[in-house]
């Protein structure tokens, strides 16, 4: 005979204890069929009431012959269960024992919590870190917009300057180019009335070339001729 059953030991040394106080200390009295039921055993599993009742017999024997309990156990039912003074100790030491256990799962849930909170700290910290991230690059991006669309007023202010610019040099150029062909065409026109100067002069510059030679050719023919009749007046007379 084997008992292992911790919990089944404490639930049934509480459940003797609450049924001396519920019946003011009246005898425990259960058949077998009843006391796993009474005990708080699940009787629907395998084996049912008979397989809970065996489990049951040998814990109560068990607690008996250590004296935890008081009373008769027989093979079929018990009879006047009590709780002695080692089965309180017991149950007082499981109870501390659970005390300890749920005291250490609460500082555990503490622990828990605390570190939650914490997490919840750090993570309202950084949304608000975050958001005052976002109100500045906001501004930045208001500044930003701002400055371009001060640039971009001075680019179309720029544009149209240069637009007008061009527009002046445009209308510059059309007025040089009439301004170099009106000076051309007169240059033309000009050397045209030059090269007709010169050709005239130069015909007339032939012309007197022409009259002088002529002119010269008879002086120097009359100078021979009247050489010659010098000559032969001398020749004439110096015979005579």
Not at 32 to 42: H, L, Q
Not at 109 to 125: G, M, P, S, W, Y
Request: negative net charge; contains cysteine; glycine residues 6%.
């Amino acid at each position: 005979m084997t008992h292992l059953d911790r919990d089944l030991e404490l639930r049934v040394l509480q459940r003797v204890l609450d049924w001396d106080a519920e019946k003011d200390r009246a005898p425990l009295n259960l058949n077998w069929d009843r006391a796993p039921e009474f005990f708080g055993m699940a009787t629907t599993g395998s084996g049912g009431v008979a397989g809970c009742w065996d489990r049951l017999y040998d814990a109560l024997v068990d607690m008996e012959l250590r004296g935890l309990l008081t009373g008769s156990v027989f093979i079929n039912r018990v009879e006047d269960l009590k709780v002695d003074y080692r089965g309180a100790e017991v149950l007082r030491a499981g109870e501390i024992a659970a005390l300890a256990a749920e005291k250490t799962r609460l500082e555990a849930e503490r622990d828990i919590l605390n570190a939650a909170q914490k997490a919840a700290r750090a993570d309202r910290d950084a949304v608000a870190r975050g958001r005052q991230d976002v109100d500045r690059t906001e501004l930045a991006l208001q500044d930003i917009k701002t400055r371009l669309r001060s640039e971009r007023d001075t680019l179309d202010a720029d544009r149209a300057a240069l637009d007008a610019a061009q527009a002046e040099l445009s209308e510059r150029r059309d007025a040089l180019q009439a301004d170099k062909k009106a000076a051309d065409q007169k240059i033309a026109e000009e050397r045209a009335a030059l090269d007709a100067a010169l050709t005239a002069r130069r015909k007339a510059a032939d012309a007197e070339q022409a009259s002088a030679t002529q002119i010269r050719a008879a002086g120097i023919l009359a100078l021979l001729i009247g050489a010659m009749a010098a000559l032969f007046a001398v020749t004439h007379t110096g015979v005579v």
